[in-house]
């Protein structure tokens, strides 16, 4: 772009540019236009999904008992005594998955980090992607014909030596439990946390590891007090970005839990809980009018835990911001 030079710009010297003819002017303004465009559209996409939602749900919302028992897989329940048991399930068997995946996946992802030569720990990290690719179907299949089986001696010895707490209660076979869905889950999740938590523990300040060696730490001891403080929002941020998928998971629960729709806490009982996504695609393809309405007013419900679950993983990141390597 051609400069204008100041009428008393000094001689010898290369002429100012005019004010606002910087090289790229053009270009910054498509860029930043593009840029504002995708994040409105993103909020505009948000915004017909949940008002999606709620339109199609709310015959369902405002409907009376006698129209809920026209339903036949409602079996003459109202509207929120048939959401709760799909809620709990959901919440439950992403619970046991969390719990599962979330110390395997900070071990894993410490190994890679800190302990694995550097050769190693490009293949693992590698491995640990790629595993995050896999279809949820397959993960599915995988555990209904092999995991299953597998599991069943393990819960019939774990319901015989801790059968007096209620939690591993009453085991019958075959192990289509929520406790195999949610063992199910914590392997789907366990690579996106996994690689998450790596990469946080990797940006950890190298000056902060070599000044609490120099102090004369151990390795797990500089580990615990530079790469864990460092990386706890992203711990955090991670373990929800993972709930998030293992609450919206749908084949790999509907392949593996045998459904029910109670409340408790017996997680060797086949029978017992459901989830919403998984209810949603085995009830959605014979449903018309108002059960298909119920089954979007159970999407709803999924929808509101999901955005609440995202909303508190960005408030713990912006919380922590100013000290943490996930921002």
Do not use: C
Not at 210 to 235: C, K, N
């Amino acid at each position: 772009m051609a400069t204008v030079t100041t009428p008393d710009a000094p001689p010898g010297r290369a002429p100012a540019p005019r004010l606002g003819d910087a090289p790229g002017r053009l270009g910054n303004k498509v860029f930043a236009g593009v840029s504002t465009g995708a994040g409105i559209t993103i909020l505009i996409i948000l915004a017909a999904v949940a008002g999606f939602l709620v339109l199609r749900s709310w015959p369902a919302i405002t409907a009376s008992q006698e129209d809920y028992d026209t339903v036949g897989f409602m079996q003459g329940k109202g509207l929120w005594a048939y959401i709760a048991p799909l809620i709990f399930g959901t919440l439950l068997s992403s619970v046991i998955a969390l719990i599962i995946a979330v110390p395997l996946s900070i071990a894993i992802a410490l190994f890679i980090s800190h302990y694995a030569p550097r050769r190693a720990a490009q293949g693992l990290g590698y491995l640990v992607d790629l595993l995050a690719a896999i279809p949820s179907v397959v993960y599915g299949m995988w555990g209904m014909s092999w995991l299953v089986p597998q599991l069943q001696p393990f819960f019939e010895w774990l319901s015989g030596t801790l059968g007096f707490i209620p939690l591993f209660a009453d085991f019958q076979a075959p192990a289509k439990n929520v406790m195999s869905a949610g063992i199910v889950l914590a392997v789907m999740i366990l690579p996106i946390i996994t690689a998450t938590i790596r990469e946080v523990f990797l940006q950890t300040p190298r000056l902060h590891e070599e000044a609490s060696l120099a102090l004369g730490s151990t390795r797990w001891e500089m580990i615990r007090m530079a790469v864990f403080p460092f990386g706890r929002s992203g711990i955090i941020s991670a373990s929800m970005l993972g709930l998030g998928r293992a609450l919206g998971e749908t084949m790999a629960v509907l392949m593996i839990l045998s459904p029910g729709f109670l409340i408790n806490f017996y997680l060797l009982r086949p029978g017992q809980h459901q989830s919403i996504a998984a209810n949603i695609a085995n009830q959605f393809p014979e449903a018309s009018g108002l059960g298909a309405d119920v089954l979007i007013a159970t999407g709803l419900a999924l929808f509101a835990i999901t955005f609440g679950v995202n909303l508190l993983a960005r408030w713990i990141i912006a919380r922590r911001a100013e000290f943490s390597g996930a921002n």
